[in-house]
């Protein structure tokens, strides 16, 4: 799950990490307001939205007066704004933060990311911030430095005092960049976060570290301990079909293509998007349907699925080991009874109870295409998405 700028901040303030000063604004009037409320000669308005590399998109705007920020919230309320990170159609802006701005000297980049191949942390960091790190790692992979974090031991204080000599920090600030960098680790660890980015790590021209943009990820699996990051969910900012999906326990991934999947595990749905793409088509979704699929969980998955109005065809591949595939016959029948299913079905089945599955699609007497391979239903799949019409 991932959560706003603003959340992130106030995150890293609770845990001693300095931030700027700023306040949230749902309309033009009241970032002019936040102007007034904070003081100063000079104010950033950033759109709230979840993605990256918003000031190149016009995102994230530097104002004088409160006229001025009057006019940036103006132009960003109700805009979708597109970004290199974000999809085509963009994220919908509803919300902006108004923050003081910063006296800056040198700009940092900081961050705590799960490194899923060595199973563990790991601390990246680079003395020259203020950019994404992709173009950081691609123009200058010398400026990055880093360690790994030993889950049994933890960040050590050695290891944070060493990454802040490694960015060139002078002496005087040495003891206050590792205090950041095991508060950051701090955070992580207890809110169980999947990614911690601050970016620009500022150093101001008062020789003092402040988070001028922070990033926060969740992992889902951990809300539940959690209830207070919970809440920090920001629907508007989410795939509607993810949504509705997650919201019936279905582990769902909308793509851009016109066959949906329904299948059981996550090797044999990557398996499966693939055997799809090798036939000339393109899979609308990730959907994983677990390994307890009952009639009831199947009908969910259906719904979900034919949510998208992209879909021409819906693919199930079932392999049955914990699960049944009279379970999942019973469930594609009941799914047909319940809603209107107006796009082909091409069913799999393999597995426990297969003849028996099988069977009951048989005698349903609905318009099923059955297969006996992944190789031959992604290709039953393909060939019946309808030609586009003529122009």
Same mark, same amino acid.
């Given at each position: 799950m991932d959560i706003h700028e603003y959340q992130a901040k106030e995150i890293l303030a609770r845990f001693g990490i300095?931030?700027? #000063?700023?306040? =949230?604004?749902?309309?033009?009037?009241?970032?002019?307001?936040? @102007?007034?409320? &904070?003081?100063?000669?000079?104010?950033?308005?950033?759109?709230?939205?979840? !993605?990256?590399? #918003?000031?190149?998109?016009?995102?994230?705007?530097?104002?004088?007066? +409160?006229?001025e920020a009057y006019d940036a919230a103006d132009a960003l309320f109700g805009r979708r704004l597109v970004t290199r990170q974000s999809a085509p159609a963009g994220k919908p802006v509803y919300r902006v933060y108004v923050e003081e701005a910063t006296d800056i000297a040198r700009e940092l980049y900081f961050a705590i990311v799960l490194d899923r191949g060595a199973e563990r942390l790991k601390v990246v960091a680079s003395a020259e911030g203020g950019t994404e790190i992709e173009e950081i790692a691609a123009e200058r992979p010398g400026s990055l430095t880093g360690a790994s974090i030993e889950q049994a031991v933890g960040f050590l204080e050695f290891q944070a005092r060493e990454l802040a000599f490694a960015l060139g920090l002078p002496?005087?600030? $040495?003891?206050?960049?590792?205090?950041?960098?095991?508060?950051?680790? #701090?955070?992580? #660890?207890? =809110? +169980?976060? !999947? *990614? &911690?980015? $601050?970016?620009? *790590?500022?150093?101001? @021209?008062?020789?003092? =570290?402040?988070? =001028? +943009?922070?990033?926060?990820s969740f992992d889902d699996n951990a809300l539940f301990r959690h209830p207070d990051i919970s809440e920090l969910r920001d629907r508007s900012q989410e795939d509607a079909r993810e949504s509705h999906a997650a919201d019936r326990g279905l582990a769902y991934v909308g793509l851009d293509g016109d066959i949906g999947c329904m299948i059981n595990g996550a090797g044999l749905a990557m398996a499966t998007l693939d055997m799809i793409e090798l036939a000339g088509g393109r899979p609308a979704n990730f959907l994983d349907i677990g390994g307890g699929a009952s009639p009831e969980r199947v009908l969910k998955a259906f719904r979900a699925v034919l949510r998208d109005d992209n879909v021409k065809v819906l693919l199930v591949n079932i392999f049955a080991g914990i699960n049944r595939c009279d379970w999942v016959a019973r469930g594609i029948v009941d799914a047909f009874k319940e809603i209107d299913v107006p796009v082909p079905v091409v069913v799999r089945l393999a597995g426990t109870h297969v003849d028996e599955g099988q069977r009951i699609l048989r005698e349903s007497g609905l318009p099923i295409h059955s297969a006996d391979s992944l190789k031959a239903a992604a290709a039953e799949a393909v060939a019946r998405v309808p030609a586009p019409a003529a122009s």
């Open positions: 300095p931030v700027p #000063r700023g306040g =949230l604004a749902y309309s033009p009037e009241q970032a002019s307001y936040r @102007t007034r409320e &904070l003081g100063g000669a000079a104010w950033v308005v950033k759109a709230q939205v979840h !993605t990256g590399g #918003r000031g190149e998109a016009g995102g994230v705007r530097l104002c004088r007066s +409160d006229r002496a005087e600030q $040495i003891a206050r960049a590792a205090g950041v960098f095991l508060s950051a680790y #701090r955070a992580f #660890r207890e =809110l +169980d976060a !999947t *990614l &911690l980015e $601050i970016n620009p *790590l500022a150093v101001t @021209t008062e020789g003092e =570290l402040v988070a =001028l +943009d922070a990033k926060v």
